[in-house]
């Protein structure tokens, strides 16, 4: 009864529909890469040990303990006591301790209580709290050991003769 001819089956290949795309489908989430990736300790956590990462650390909550990473950020709750090495400091919380960095940027919240070495840059904002002893190493030798001892000799010397200034000199110009 009903019979095809070839011209039929052709134009209904053709008219297949297309897909219709539905907008309960989400869209590709951008995945960050190893450097962007965030790690968060939130202002409830307690941590007693050392931590170390290869990316971002953000901390709002307390470290007790050494800390290595990329980049660390010390938030206005977080509170540190033990020693940091990173490329990129941010404190806007409190540290204790010893930090070993290339970049080290401490807000005018942050209260700093410790010896500092930064290799290219060291900001301090109008009142921050720092108590401490401060080190520019050399940054091409990035060798912060080495300058420690010469830090140590140049401190022992002026703790055995410090230097008064001339008065007169000063005055005449």
Known sequence: MFFRSDDDS????A???????????PAPARTRTRDERVSVISADIRIVG???G???????????????????TIGQSGVINGEIKADTVLI???????IK????????????????AAQESLAIE???HFEGQC??????QGNVKEHDGKFAEIKKQLGAAPVQPDLKKAATG
């Open 10 to 13: 052709q134009q209904t290949k």
């Open 15 to 25: 008219a297949a529909p297309t897909p219709i795309p539905t907008l309960t489908q």
């Open 50 to 52: 050392d931590l170390e």
């Open 54 to 72: 290869e990316g971002e650390l953000q901390i709002d909550g307390t470290v007790e303990g050494n800390i290595k990473s990329k980049t660390v």
């Open 92 to 98: 806007a919380g409190q540290f204790a301790g010893k």
């Open 101 to 116: 960095s290339r970049v080290l940027t401490l807000t005018k919240i942050a209260h700093v209580d410790g010896n500092v």
């Open 126 to 128: 109008a009142g921050a």
């Open 135 to 140: 080190l520019r190493p050399n940054a091409k």
